[in-house]
């Protein structure tokens, strides 16, 4: 005999586990991914993470309720005692109907049950801020709770750790009567927070089912909105994953302004390019020398006799793919206008409301126009003098392919203020004069309520001239509005109460 006597096991440690819903490997590892690829749902773990203890956990359970086929409920005594709140707060949502009526829209879809997680999970945690769920107090003691819980599992450790060595009977004795002390400190917390959670309001309580309510129609709506903005703005359906329709779904959700303005330029993009499949009335053209393209449609004759020839259409094809074919080169009567967009856009108090809706979807459907022809475009948008500039590349790399994120920051941007037209077409003038925006098109798209000095204009005159470009204006004529200062600055001057008419061509047209 070794003459050590057995220490009984009397300590009960805490489980690890503070999820309610069972998951498995792959539900751990869809949310990991949702989480990894969703800045928003980060931000929203990290902040719920100050609010309450285990708030992470809670968006899991959220996630697996809306994504599992057949959620199922740990037991009580499977979960740590400080993942109480979120079992309060399930339970309100685990049987009532509307859960029933989300999960016919997100089973099994990864970014409508993390898109339905993100919006529940930031009403839940508003409400925890306020202290509108719980008093400051009893949010200390859920802390509380998760310290002992700590506790209890470290000094159990220890206890046991003691027992493999030669430490004295006393020792160990003192080692396993501090794990029971701790034991019984954290049943006793559990106890008065269980019995606190108990009282909470009934409305408390049901924070996740009045979150929930009419989210089944918000999140179909967002997920359709946020498809026809990714493939209106060039988008290529879900390459970005689940993620990034998460983000853009939380923005439109979140956002009416957003909804409407989708709705406003999907009619003018529809609008825009069907008088450019209608124009084709082709541009006046005319053949101007022979080069050498990869262009199918401008083949010299000759060139297209060898295809009937077995080895030579090898040799043509070899010679079309490194663009080596005899094709015509047409000069247009006027060339201009194929260069960057550069859109001033008016953020002045006067453009607030229906004005704001207009000009931005007027400025986004020349954004699809310059995706469409590769062409680069920058916002500057603009209100009072001492008001900084917000300046945005839409597409700032090579293949001009839009960035979302950029396109939805100017959909929200509004500053506010009066309106002054000078610095923003300086800075116009500025950015022409870059190499990359050079023989550029500047739009201004304004209610015109603004004067400018004849100083000014006189050097913006001789600089358009210098610069060799035309200021295209688009004139927002829902309400109040002025084309005085417009004429003396513009080549050609629209309004967006004509641009159901031949009026659009003057834009969408010639600048495309």
Excluded at 245 to 251: K, P, S
Aim: charged share 30%; glycine share 8%.
């Amino acid at each position: 005999m070794s003459g050590r006597e057995p220490v009984p096991r009397t300590v009960l440690l805490p489980p690890r586990q503070h999820c309610w819903i069972e998951s498995d490997a792959y539900d751990r590892s869809a949310f990991a991914r949702l989480s990894e690829e969703t800045p928003s749902l980060r931000a929203l773990a990290a902040r719920g993470a100050e609010a309450v203890p285990h708030f992470d956990a809670l968006l899991e359970d959220l996630f697996c309720l809306c994504f599992k086929l057949d959620p199922c409920w740990r037991a009580d005594d499977a979960v740590g005692p400080s993942a109480a709140l979120n079992r309060t707060l399930l339970a309100a949502l685990r049987e009532h109907p509307l859960l029933a009526s989300l999960r016919e829209e997100t089973q099994l879809d990864e970014a409508k049950a993390g898109l339905a997680t993100v919006l529940m999970g930031e009403d839940v945690l508003l409400r925890l801020e306020r202290d509108e769920l719980l008093p400051r107090g009893d949010r200390v003691d859920l802390w509380d709770l998760a310290r002992r819980e700590e506790e209890l599992r470290r000094r159990a450790e220890e206890a046991e750790s003691l027992e493999g060595t030669g430490a004295a009977k006393a020792t160990r004795a003192e080692a396993r009567r501090q794990a029971e002390l701790a034991e019984a400190q954290l049943r006793r917390k559990a106890q008065q927070v269980s019995q606190r959670l108990g009282e909470m309001p009934a409305r408390a309580r049901e924070a996740l089912p009045q979150s929930a309510a009419g989210l089944r129609r918000e999140i179909a709506e967002a997920d359709a909105e946020a498809h026809g903005w990714s493939s209106g703005l060039g988008g290529e359906g879900d390459a970005g994953g689940a993620g990034r329709t998460i983000e853009l779904g939380r923005r439109l959700a979140r956002n009416p302004k957003l909804r409407k303005l989708g709705a406003l330029t999907g009619r003018m993009r529809t609008l825009a390019v069907a008088l450019r499949r209608k124009s084709l009335e082709r541009p006046s053209a005319e053949v101007h020398e022979v080069q050498l393209a990869g262009e199918l449609a401008r083949l010299l004759p000759p060139e297209l006799l060898a295809l009937r020839h077995p080895l030579l259409k090898r040799d043509f094809l070899r010679r079309l793919h490194e663009g080596r074919l005899l094709a015509y080169r047409l000069r247009g009567v006027d060339e201009h206008g194929r260069g960057p967009m550069i859109v001033c856009l008016d953020g002045s108090s006067s453009m607030a409301g229906e004005k704001e809706l207009w000009a931005k979807a007027v400025a986004l459907t020349l954004l699809e126009i310059a995706r469409r022809q590769r062409r680069l475009f920058r916002v500057i948008g603009f209100s009072s003098r001492d008001v900084p500039l917000f300046v945005l590349d839409l597409n700032p790399r090579e293949h001009h392919r839009v960035q979302e994120e950029r396109a939805l920051d100017l959909a929200e941007h509004f500053a506010g203020g009066g309106t002054d037209f000078e610095t923003p077409l300086d800075a116009a003038l500025a950015t022409l004069a870059e190499a990359r925006y050079h023989r550029g098109d500047v739009v201004l798209i304004t209610d015109g309520e603004c004067q400018v000095s004849p100083e000014w204009l006189e050097r913006f005159r001789s600089e358009k001239k210098r610069l060799d470009f035309a200021l295209f204006s688009v004139l927002i004529d829902v309400g109040p509005s002025t084309t005085d200062t417009l004429r003396e600055l513009s080549d050609r001057v629209t309004s967006v109460s004509r641009l159901t008419d031949d009026a659009a061509k003057d834009l969408f047209l010639r600048l495309g």
